[in-house]
């Protein structure tokens, strides 16, 4: 688990509601079948679709061995999701890290680009949001997670604009989390082929928003406390 990924669980929570952990390459290798049996279910058939057993068919596996590591479907899903998470706080890493090095000089496009992937990449997860069929536990979660992405995007603003960001920098990366969110859970909720020219608009407008908020930077507004060289 990556630093971001594990700064998202909220506090005083203790992971996933497992029964065991599996250690042995087998047992680690069964609870893989399972939560992508459990994905399928869910890109392909629906949260309605997810049960123990119907599980275990898809996976392979008798169903006692999914109670083995998991109490009941809700526990499933909550690993699930935290999964879906982990992708998001891997992703924010990366780029924050590129922008460190120098090497992210397009950040809007390649933002969109990066989480668009994952968002691809993952349709039982967005069956599950689209659903909302979460858990007080991964509801937290997630905010906890969006949370961490706007904190993600401030480091990297920081890092291209020179200076600490401010308040009004924090404002600005929750409402760019709130808005990529809301478009690409859209443009990525259905069954059919995404609508790759939203994710164009949604790139041009972002990007207009990020030049207007360069600027007021650079202008040292009273808010923002951070400069441009």
Same mark, same amino acid.
Not at 38 to 55: K, N, P, V
Not at 72 to 89: C, I, Q, S, T
């Given at each position: 688990?990556?630093?971001?990924?594990?700064?998202?669980?909220?506090?005083?929570?203790?992971?996933?509601?497992?029964? +065991?952990?599996?250690?042995? *390459?087998?047992?680690? =290798?069964?609870? !893989?079948?399972?939560?992508? &049996? %459990?994905?399928?279910? /869910?890109?392909?058939?629906?949260?309605?679709?997810?049960?123990?057993?119907?599980?275990?068919?898809?996976?392979?596996?008798?169903?006692?061995?999914?109670?083995?590591?998991?109490?009941?479907?809700?526990?499933?899903?909550?690993?699930?999701? +935290?999964?879906?998470?982990? *992708?998001?706080?891997? =992703?924010?890493? !990366?780029?924050?890290?590129? &922008? %460190?090095?120098?090497? /992210?000089?397009?950040?809007?496009?390649?933002?969109?680009?990066?989480?668009?992937?994952?968002?691809?990449?993952?349709?039982?997860?967005?069956?599950?949001?689209?659903?909302?069929?979460?858990?007080?536990?991964?509801a937290r979660a997630d905010e906890a997670s969006n949370a961490l992405i706007a904190e993600g995007l401030l480091r990297i603003m920081e890092h291209l604009t020179g200076g600490p960001g401010g308040e009004r920098a924090r404002r600005a990366t929750r409402m760019v989390v709130w808005a990529a969110n809301a478009v690409l859970h859209e443009v990525f909720r259905g069954d059919g082929e995404p609508d790759l020219e939203t994710v164009e608009e949604l790139?041009?407008?972002?990007?207009?928003?990020?030049?207007?908020?360069?600027?007021?930077?650079?202008?040292?507004?009273?808010?923002?406390?951070?400069?441009?060289?």
């Amino acid at each position: 688990m990556t630093e971001a990924t594990e700064a998202a669980r909220p506090e005083g929570e203790a992971g996933p509601r497992v029964r +065991r952990k599996p250690r042995q *390459a087998r047992s680690r =290798a069964r609870v !893989e079948a399972i939560l992508g &049996a %459990a994905d399928r279910i /869910l890109s392909q058939e629906g949260y309605e679709a997810l049960a123990m057993r119907r599980i275990a068919e898809d996976a392979g596996v008798p169903v006692g061995s999914i109670y083995q590591f998991f109490p009941d479907k809700g526990a499933v899903v909550d690993a699930l999701g +935290r999964r879906y998470l982990e *992708a998001f706080g891997t =992703a924010i890493d !990366e780029l924050v890290e590129r &922008a %460190a090095e120098g090497r /992210l000089t397009d950040l809007v496009g390649t933002m969109v680009d990066v989480y668009g992937e994952v968002f691809r990449s993952q349709p039982g997860g967005m069956a599950l949001w689209a659903g909302r069929h979460l858990s007080p536990e991964l509801a937290r979660a997630d905010e906890a997670s969006n949370a961490l992405i706007a904190e993600g995007l401030l480091r990297i603003m920081e890092h291209l604009t020179g200076g600490p960001g401010g308040e009004r920098a924090r404002r600005a990366t929750r409402m760019v989390v709130w808005a990529a969110n809301a478009v690409l859970h859209e443009v990525f909720r259905g069954d059919g082929e995404p609508d790759l020219e939203t994710v164009e608009e949604l790139k041009r407008m972002l990007d207009r928003y990020w030049e207007d908020l360069r600027g007021r930077l650079a202008a040292g507004d009273g808010e923002s406390g951070g400069s441009r060289p």
